[in-house]
C-alpha cells in the first residue's frame, strides 16, 4: 500500500486498466487510524489484484472536493476509472474483504 503523493500520480493510477481501492483519511483522524490495520491487511493480501492507495485529505484538498469526500475514512473502489462502490466511515473487516471481492468481480 502506497501513499499518493502527487494529484498527477493519482491520475495516472487511474488511466491504468485496474482495480483500485482509494482511502482518504488524515494523520489526526482517530476513525482512520483505527481502519488503518485492517487496510493494511487486507493491502498485503490483495496484493497483485487490487492496487489499495491513501490520498491524505490535507495534503490534497483538491482531490477532497473533486470525489465529493465529506467524512473520513471514505474508501472508493474503482474499476476501469470509474467508481463503483463507496464507504464511509469505518468498516469491519469482513465487509470490506466482500467489497473488494465485489470489486475484483466487477
Given at each position: 500500500m502506497?501513499?499518493?503523493?502527487?494529484?498527477q500520480?493519482l491520475d495516472?493510477l487511474?488511466k491504468?486498466?485496474k482495480?483500485i481501492m482509494?482511502?482518504?483519511?488524515?494523520?489526526?483522524?482517530?476513525p482512520?487510524?483505527?481502519?488503518m490495520?485492517?487496510?493494511e491487511?487486507l493491502?498485503?493480501?490483495y496484493?497483485?489484484k487490487?492496487?489499495?492507495?491513501k490520498?491524505d485529505?490535507?495534503?490534497?484538498?483538491?482531490?477532497?472536493?473533486?470525489?465529493?469526500?465529506?467524512?473520513?475514512?471514505?474508501?472508493l473502489?474503482i474499476?476501469?476509472s470509474e467508481?463503483?462502490?463507496?464507504?464511509?466511515?469505518?468498516?469491519?473487516e469482513?465487509?470490506?474483504?466482500?467489497?473488494?471481492?465485489?470489486?475484483?468481480?466487477?
Amino acid at each position: 500500500m502506497r501513499k499518493i503523493e502527487s494529484a498527477q500520480e493519482l491520475d495516472n493510477l487511474l488511466k491504468e486498466d485496474k482495480a483500485i481501492m482509494l482511502d482518504f483519511y488524515a494523520d489526526t483522524c482517530p476513525p482512520c487510524q483505527a481502519l488503518m490495520p485492517t487496510i493494511e491487511k487486507l493491502a498485503e493480501e490483495y496484493k497483485g489484484k487490487i492496487d489499495i492507495q491513501k490520498v491524505d485529505v490535507h495534503k490534497f484538498p483538491k482531490l477532497r472536493t473533486k470525489y465529493g469526500i465529506g467524512s473520513i475514512p471514505t474508501l472508493l473502489f474503482i474499476k476501469e476509472s470509474e467508481i463503483v462502490d463507496k464507504t464511509v466511515g469505518v468498516i469491519a473487516e469482513s465487509a470490506l474483504k466482500e467489497k473488494l471481492d465485489n470489486l475484483l468481480h466487477a
